[in-house]
């Protein structure tokens, strides 16, 4: 569904559709769902080094999955840190600058330059070499499956993971609208409602008041009489003896107040 939705919305958006009446279909309005860091890593350990060099820039730089594949060399400026995105592989259609931290630049310093694209994958073969990537899905979900990340992920939620992480280091929504490049205000208050602590902290509100599942499981209600607390003990009305039986004899339960009962 979320192919068919960017298929028709770019057709319409470019007047590739004509003398149809087509509504564009609306985004999502699920919230987002962040990779977490230990996940991150997990991946990570488990990841061929294309597909590390792919996570990493989505991590540090929020770059979507489009945006990170079309990634070439020429537009990566390593000593200005800052990466420059044509408008026509943006969202937005409009040229884009996106920075690069320390941690990025040591990345793509290391990070082999043997094709134009930045994310290239080397097949296996002695004189294979390295081309571009056209999808990451096989990759990612297999490493995801090796590392034990379990639902699987998109890759489009690292750029969550990113969102998540700038508004950790910086509470104010304007601050990671402009770093994620959302054309909204309202799609980044998406992220927001996700990495919130007072609203965390307000859930907290009802801890204590109530009593725990196991005190609650604890509680019986007699037959006709208030509920009575089971345990270890029972109630003096509840007491039942057991005559124990040798060899094949029957079993005599022995009530209270003189009654028995004899199973054979």
């Known amino acids: 569904m979320t192919t068919l939705r960017a298929a028709i ?10 003398g149809l009446r087509v509504r564009r279909l609306e985004e999502p309005r699920d919230l987002p769902n962040p990779v977490s860091i230990e996940q991150v890593n997990s991946i990570l350990a488990k990841a061929p080094e294309h597909l590390r060099i792919a996570i990493l820039i989505a991590v540090h730089t929020g770059l979507r999955l489009d945006e990170t594949l079309g990634l070439r060399w020429q537009q990566v400026d390593l000593p200005g840190r800052t990466i420059l995105l044509q408008s026509q592989s943006t969202k937005a259609e409009t040229g884009q ?20 694209q930045v994310v290239a994958y080397r097949p296996r073969g ?23 990340v379990q639902p699987p992920h998109r890759f489009h939620d690292l750029r969550a993971t990113f969102c998540t ?11 990671l609208k402009e770093a994620a490049r959302h054309a909204s205000l309202a799609t980044t208050l998406r992220y927001a409602k996700v990495h919130d602590q007072a609203v965390r902290t307000a859930f907290n509100a009802t801890t204590g008041l109530i009593r725990s599942q196991t ?18 003990e ?9 005559a124990r039986p040798t060899g094949l004899e029957p079993v005599t339960y022995r009530l209270e107040g003189g ?6």
């Open 9 to 18: 919305n770019w057709a319409v958006k470019r007047g590739k559709i004509v």
């Open 97 to 116: 600058a996106v920075f690069i931290n320390d941690d990025l630049a040591a990345v793509l310093e290391q990070a082999p330059r043997h094709c134009d």
């Open 126 to 148: 002695k004189d294979a070499v390295h081309r571009p990537i056209k999808s990451l899905r096989r990759a990612w979900m297999t490493a995801q499956k090796s590392a034990g």
């Open 215 to 232: 005190a609650v499981a604890n509680t019986v209600a007699a037959p006709g009489g208030p509920a009575t607390e089971t345990g270890n």
């Open 259 to 264: 009654c028995s009962i004899q199973l054979s």
């Open 165 to 175: 992480a700038v508004l950790a280091a910086n509470d104010n929504p304007m601050t």
């Open 234 to 242: 029972t109630s003096e009305n509840q007491q039942v003896g057991m």
